[in-house]
């Protein structure tokens, strides 16, 4: 019997080791393995939500840089005055008696530019007379919409001179555009 006692004691021994063992030394690298397991998912989760957030601004930029390039192109700024000198400035083609015989601007009286509209836009009428080749008449239209502020073109009445001797005939042109611009608010409190 000593000898089964001995051997249910170095079974009962190497049981306790063990178990000991695994309570001491096996239980806790096991705990710390599964705490760096979910500590490295939530760290993939966050850099998986990171790249999206990241992929989702550079589509968010480049969908803004392209709406600015669009306003750039497509849209006219509305100036706080018409600034028709320099607006006659620009439009103003050298008399020369050839390609052009006359041109006279007329400015009329400011007025609302979208009528019965709540807004605080006003455009300031100009019209522009002039004799001269059709070409001309198209370069001046064509001056007034490339202006980078807003410049409408309202009529344009276009009648032939009668004079067919020269190559190129003559017209009588009348021009009316409209030089849009935003009223301030203290100009428009101290109507």
């Given at each position: ?83 028709i000198a320099g607006l006659m400035r620009s439009l103003s083609l050298p008399v ?96």
């Amino acid at each position: 019997m000593p000898t089964n006692k001995r051997l249910l004691l170095g079974v009962l021994s190497l049981l306790v080791l063990v178990v000991a063992g695994w309570l001491f030394i096996v239980w806790p690298v096991y705990r710390e393995v599964t705490a760096v397991n979910e500590q490295v998912a939530e760290l993939r989760r966050k850099s998986e939500t990171s790249v999206r957030q990241s992929q989702a601004i550079e589509r968010l930029t480049a969908a803004l840089r392209e709406a600015s390039d669009r306003i750039d192109s497509k849209f006219k700024s509305i100036p706080d005055s018409p600034n028709i000198a320099g607006l006659m400035r620009s439009l103003s083609l050298p008399v020369d008696n050839v390609t052009i015989r006359d041109q006279t601007f007329t400015a009329g009286q400011p007025k609302e530019a979208v009528p019965g509209a709540e807004f605080s836009v006003k455009a300031l009428p100009l019209t522009v007379d002039m004799v001269s080749r059709f070409d001309a008449v198209f370069a001046l239209i064509r001056a007034a919409e490339a202006q980078d502020h807003l410049v409408r073109v309202s009529s344009v009445n276009i009648a032939s001179t009668g004079d067919d001797e020269q190559e190129q005939p003559l017209v009588k042109a009348s021009i009316r555009l409209e030089a849009v611009f935003e009223v301030a608010e203290a100009q428009q409190e101290g109507r």
